[in-house]
T-cell receptor, first 110, second 114 residues
Framework: GQQVMQIPQYQHVQEGEDFTTYCNSS?????IQWYKQRPGGHPVFLIQ?????EVKKQKRLTFQFGEAKKNSSLHITATQTTDVGTYFC??????????FGTGTRLTVIP | GAGVSQSPSNKVTEKGKDVELRCDPI?????LYWYRQSLGQGLEFLIY????????KSGLPSDRFSAERTGGSVSTLTIQRTQQEDSAVYLC????????????FGDGTRLSIL
């Protein structure tokens, strides 16, 4: 069945280091969304990617959608303690089904 | 309201009791989702309502779980004969239209079954 996997499951970085999480789908996606969930909070929408090979930036965050529209990545440059949380991707198929990824929990050590 | 509202924020109940969780979506949002999240885990899809269409119930884990959405707005998730494994945070989200629209989540209901 449809699966959206994320790696790594956990990541600990020193403040100032970069961080990347990868999202991989077993099937081609029509678009992909990214969410951030702070500890004790609820997921908050960050961005949506639609086009093959698309790259979008939000300050220190860079989002990419693969050419085959089966994978995506979120890269954070020079992490800060405010980046702590779990990052989820959500893949949307052509049949309008949405599958959340397994999430990557980021810890930033000051 | 300004955001998705869920109540209660916390619910503690004894095993075997029934519980009702409420979600009030953002006004004008036609899509409504329920998810379950166990501690430190990902989002488990439960059910999806879109307008007046029949809901997608494919994620409900057993027939003890049911949900309804009255008047295309407020939704209630009911768990009958609760079990300890039902303990989790139940999150509701709404979006403007179809599945491809960004979802706005409520703060969730933390359910603890004793």
């Amino acid at each position: 069945g449809q699966q959206v996997m994320q790696i790594p499951q956990y990541q600990h970085v020193q403040e100032g280091e970069d961080f990347t999480t990868y999202c991989n789908s077993s099937t081609t996606l029509s678009n992909i969304q990214w969410y951030k969930q702070r500890p004790g909070g609820h997921p908050v929408f960050l961005i949506q990617l639609v086009k093959s090979g698309e790259v979008k930036k939000q300050k220190r965050l860079t989002f990419q959608f693969g050419e085959a529209k089966k994978n995506s990545s979120l890269h954070i440059t020079a992490t800060q303690t405010t980046d702590v949380g779990t990052y989820f991707c959500a893949g949307i198929t052509g049949a309008n089904n949405l599958f959340f990824g397994t999430g990557t929990r980021l810890t930033v050590i000051p | 309201g300004a955001g998705v509202s869920q109540s209660p924020s916390n619910k503690v109940t004894e095993k075997g009791k029934d519980v009702e969780l409420r979600c009030d979506p953002i006004s004008g949002h036609t899509a409504l989702y329920w998810y379950r999240q166990s501690l430190g885990q990902g989002l488990e899809f439960l059910i999806y309502f879109q307008g007046n269409s029949a809901p997608d119930k494919s994620g409900l884990p057993s027939d003890r779980f049911s949900a309804e959405r009255t008047g295309g707005s407020v939704s209630t998730l009911t768990i009958q004969r609760t079990q300890q494994e039902d303990s989790a945070v139940y999150l509701c989200a709404s979006s403007l239209g179809t599945v491809g629209q960004p979802q706005h989540f409520g703060d969730g209901t933390r359910l603890s079954i004793l």
